[in-house]
């Protein structure tokens, strides 16, 4: 029996070639059986002979079946036995796999170890962190420089592109941080990634080896605990205080680590900056211990109170700081493009692995990036979004001071698109989380973030990407929800 459906859009000789196909590795036509006759069969489904010989040339070219001269058309003799015993026994009578799916470690340590949600796609509810305010995003400015990119692209542009992405680009980077960041590199020393997680792997499989020990915030993000964890590493946490991440107790935790991961403009997720001696001290470690230095530069763009600060990259003065910065924040998160700078002796090595790898982002976007760059669009569109999130971010703290004095208390971060609200001592912050979520708001709780177990638990609000009525809004079913437990 071969069940045809007349008005699937599924042609009918892919039907009938399927059906057959089905039967012969389901045992129901067996190896070396004679197929009936193309005519017969037609008449019996009901269909063209044409049709059925359609699904025969396929059978045949796929070596289901073979054709024997002037004697009609036979299921295959050498394979199907042995291919069918294999699925059979690889197979519940339900058709799922009989054995338990043999994983990598790596990938059964990041299921084990990370835990919390990671909510980017779908519908947006309150408090989603790790967006920005692409509700104020000039789109037309966008659509405008899109058009033109698209109304004269040249053919060139069609084939592969420089690995380490477009030369005006890279420029165009190198240009506006130097004066917003401090980076201090050459356009050569860029890499253009689709993402900073991307950046992350990248710079994880040029300078880590397996089982080496890195020395990770806590709390810290897990995007790149992810990374580290892919890429094998030993994660040593090392505790994050009001000046940053705790170097000295690093040094005597992990004296020998190979890397240290830091968010250092804007600590993830507490946003404590890092003291300028901790910075020093890091890098001097870095410098003494043949270390490397992964700074996540990921939202300091987003910086509304006093004078942009420096990058770690623009202190480093031997060459031990990888730096990434992304433009999936500051421009809008579908864009996915995002750069790594370099030491100048790790770029050669990194470009081989990239010219192997995903050779390079899409040339396209980059275009259209750089003309948003170079034509001041960029840096208009960063200062009207510092604006926004301070806005944003004082209604938030407003509403959290009405609804929830001296049972939430909610930082003040002067930079970046979150803050956190801490819970009273002993409240189990994964329960709120979960509270909250059955209230519709969306609250990651701080110890989804940390190794070990926080001193006290918080909930990470994100507020860059939410509009002002509902942050108040949010804010009011957040509190009424946790009510029982604060
Ligand atoms: C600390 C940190 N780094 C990087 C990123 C992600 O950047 P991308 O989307 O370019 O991977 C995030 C996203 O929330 C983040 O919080």
Aim: aromatic letters at 6%; a neutral charge; hydrophobic letters at 45%.
């Amino acid at each position: 029996m071969i069940p045809l459906d007349h008005a699937s859009p599924e042609p009918l000789h892919r039907q009938v070639y399927r059906g057959m196909r089905e039967a012969i590795l389901g045992g129901r036509l067996s190896s070396g059986a004679q197929i009936p006759s193309s005519r017969w069969l037609a008449d019996y489904l009901g269909v063209s002979r044409t049709t059925v010989l359609g699904a025969f040339d396929q059978l045949v070219a796929e070596g289901f079946i073979v054709g024997v001269v002037g004697s009609g058309s036979y299921v295959a003799q050498p394979f199907p036995d042995r291919l069918l015993q294999v699925r059979r026994s690889a197979l519940t009578s339900d058709g799922r796999l009989a054995q338990p799916v043999r994983l990598a470690d790596r990938i059964v340590r990041l299921g084990e170890e990370l835990k919390g949600p990671r909510h980017l796609a779908g519908p947006i509810s309150v408090f989603r962190i790790g967006l920005p305010p692409v509700d104020a995003f000039p789109l037309s400015v966008w659509n405008r420089l899109a058009g033109a990119r698209h109304r004269k692209l040249e053919t060139n542009q069609l084939r592969h592109g420089p690995p380490r992405g477009s030369e005006a680009l890279r420029q165009a980077i190198v240009t506006h941080h130097a004066v917003a960041r401090g980076v201090r590199c050459s356009p050569d020393q860029v890499i253009v990634l689709s993402s900073a997680q991307e950046a992350m792997d990248l710079a994880c499989r040029v300078v880590l080896n397996p089982g080496e020990a890195v020395w990770f915030e806590e709390p810290g993000y897990s995007g790149a605990r992810a990374a580290l964890i892919a890429a094998g590493a030993h994660i040593v946490p090392v505790p994050v205080d009001g000046e940053g991440l705790v170097v000295e107790r690093g040094i005597a935790t992990a004296p020998d680590a190979r890397l240290v991961y830091v968010t250092p403009s804007h600590q993830f997720p507490t946003g404590v900056t890092m003291s300028l001696e901790r910075r020093l001290a890091l890098l001097d470690w870095a410098a003494r211990s043949d270390a490397w230095i992964l700074e996540d530069d990921y939202d300091s763009e987003y910086r509304y109170a006093g004078c942009p600060l420096t990058a770690l990259q623009g202190l480093d003065v031997g060459g031990r700081v990888l730096y990434i910065g992304t433009f999936n924040k500051t421009v809008f998160p579908a864009l996915r493009l995002a750069y790594l700078v370099l030491p100048e002796a790790l770029v050669d090595p990194a470009l081989a692995l990239r010219r192997r790898g995903a050779q390079h982002a899409p040339t396209i976007e980059q275009l259209i990036l750089t003309d948003f760059l170079e034509g001041g669009h960029y840096v208009r569109h960063i200062r009207a979004m510092r604006a926004l999130c301070r806005e944003r971010r004082d209604a938030l703290i407003s509403a959290m001071e009405r609804e929830a004095a001296g049972r939430l208390s909610v930082s003040r971060p002067d930079t970046g698109l979150h803050a956190v609200a801490w819970l009273p001592p002993g409240v189990d912050d994964q329960e709120a989380s979960r509270v909250a979520a059955e209230h519709g708001v969306e609250a990651v709780a701080l110890s989804c973030y940390c190794v070990t177990r926080p001193e006290r638990g918080g909930l990470v609000l994100g507020y860059g990407g939410i509009r002002t009525p509902e942050i108040i809004g949010g804010v009011q079913k957040l509190v009424a929800a946790l009510r029982p437990l604060i």
